[in-house]
């Protein structure tokens, strides 16, 4: 979709279309085309509308980009999603719907195989991001379905910081019925629908999608195109990431966490974790929450737990890449307690396996990761995974921590001396 207007970055480039804004020197379209080519995806549709002509004839056939471009200029404006209706016969089956003015590089062919895997009319891949409450975020339920659509603006005080990225595969027999030649929003007249049917699903990724719309966001893009940032964050790339405990660690410790509004930030932490998603590194959260397992709250309440101190940290434009929590606990005999929860599992640290599922989901390289937290259980989780480092917050080392583990007083001043520029 290269038919945009630029407004609010105006002040960078006002006599060019949008997707033809130049970054470190190349137009932001041909970035993407070249993220699909190099991935082996070379059919590509552009719709455009304002300034088509330039667009046109910056990406000429393809040949020059490696791939086979096909035109749709619209007369007059379609919205989001109008277009697809005049296109459809030439469409695939399944096919990659993107936005031709944000810069992004991921592994395109791991959302595929989710979209099949899951079988969706629609996959939506989305993200968590440092501006959540200006965002649209869906809710996503179990096995990754998506369950509501959550407006921009429409504040809630605990959210899952997962943000629409603007990057779908679209089943096209299954979104025929929406469209008929007239304008069409992709969100409110196809989407919306679908996630009501239950029908889309949620690709989660951390990886590098961002739209230029501020100077001040462009200029963010900029940087991270120069620094490598944009392609080493696709996930066909080996990954790095600081493993996060949460209670003591982000949060105040108060005991066992019942209820959304016991979640308060310890002084600095958004700032910390600000200063890990401005690295090359996710930032990861592994908790043991027996709660479940004891009865003390339900899966549901746990992740309105987790959404308020998401929420938090949003609120500071800082973000969580994911949440991996061990519902379960070995001792079983105790009142109102969930005995199919009530087990030896392999993901209750110090055991490792809520870090091998994180690194399962995102390929991450645990030998070159690390893992913080305020109780030898966490240490012990870290070696035990293979992390290249554990780190303890606290006043000292407890007995028993493995060897090399370093100290800090708190995860400000851990990142402040290993992330600090
Ligand atoms: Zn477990």
């Given at each position: 979709m290269a038919g945009g207007k630029g407004t609010r970055i105006a002040s960078v480039a006002s006599d060019i279309p949008k997707p033809l804004i130049p970054v470190e020197g190349v137009p932001v379209l041909h970035r993407v085309i070249d993220c699909a080519v190099r991935q082996g995806f070379t059919d590509i549709t552009l719709v455009t509308g304002h300034l088509g002509a330039m667009i046109e004839e910056s990406c000429g056939d393809g040949s020059r980009l490696g791939c086979r471009i096909k035109y749709f200029r619209e007369t007059e404006p379609l919205g989001t999603a109008g277009a697809l209706y005049h296109l459809y016969d030439s469409l695939s089956d399944d096919f990659y719907l993107l936005n031709a003015d944000a810069v992004m590089d991921i592994d395109l062919s791991r959302m595929r195989d989710f979209h099949f895997a899951h079988g969706g009319a629609a996959t939506v891949l989305v993200h968590p991001n440092s501006h959540p409450f200006d965002s649209s975020l869906l809710a996503v339920g179990k096995d990754f379905l998506a369950e509501k659509w959550y407006k921009k603006g429409e504040l809630r005080s605990s959210y899952r910081n997962r943000v629409n990225a603007g990057v779908h595969i679209l089943r096209k027999a299954e979104i025929?019925?929406?469209?008929?030649?007239s304008k069409r929003d992709l969100d409110r007249d196809i989407l919306t629908p679908l996630v009501n049917e239950r029908r889309v699903y949620a690709y989660e990724s951390p990886e590098y999608i961002k739209d230029m719309g501020t100077p001040g966001r462009y200029a963010e893009v900029c940087a991270d195109v120069r620094s490598g940032k944009v392609s080493a964050r696709n996930l066909s790339s080996k990954q790095r990431a600081v493993f996060l405990d949460r209670d003591g660690t982000l949060n105040v410790y108060k005991g066992f966490v019942t209820s959304p509004d016991m979640i308060e930030l310890i002084p600095g932490v958004a700032e910390a974790v600000k200063m890990i998603n401005r690295s090359d590194m996710l930032a990861i959260m592994i908790s043991n929450q027996p709660v479940v397992a004891r009865g003390d709250c339900t899966f549901e309440q746990l992740d309105e737990i987790n959404g308020r101190l998401e929420a938090l940290l949003g609120d500071e434009g800082a973000y969580l890449d994911d949440i991996f929590c061990c519902p379960h606990h070995p001792d079983k005999g105790f009142d109102g307690e969930r005995p199919e929860l009530k087990f030896d599992c392999g993901c209750r640290k110090p055991k490792p396996g809520l870090i091998l599922q994180a690194a399962e989901k995102y390929n991450i390289d645990i030998s070159r990761s690390v893992m913080v937290g305020d109780r030898l259980n966490d240490l012990l989780c870290g070696k035990n995974a293979g992390c290249r480092k554990t780190v303890f917050l606290g006043n000292e080392l407890p007995d028993g921590a493995p060897e090399g583990a370093e100290r800090y007083d708190s995860l400000l001043s851990f990142t402040q001396n290993n992330f600090g520029n």
């Open positions: 025929k019925r929406f469209l008929d030649g």
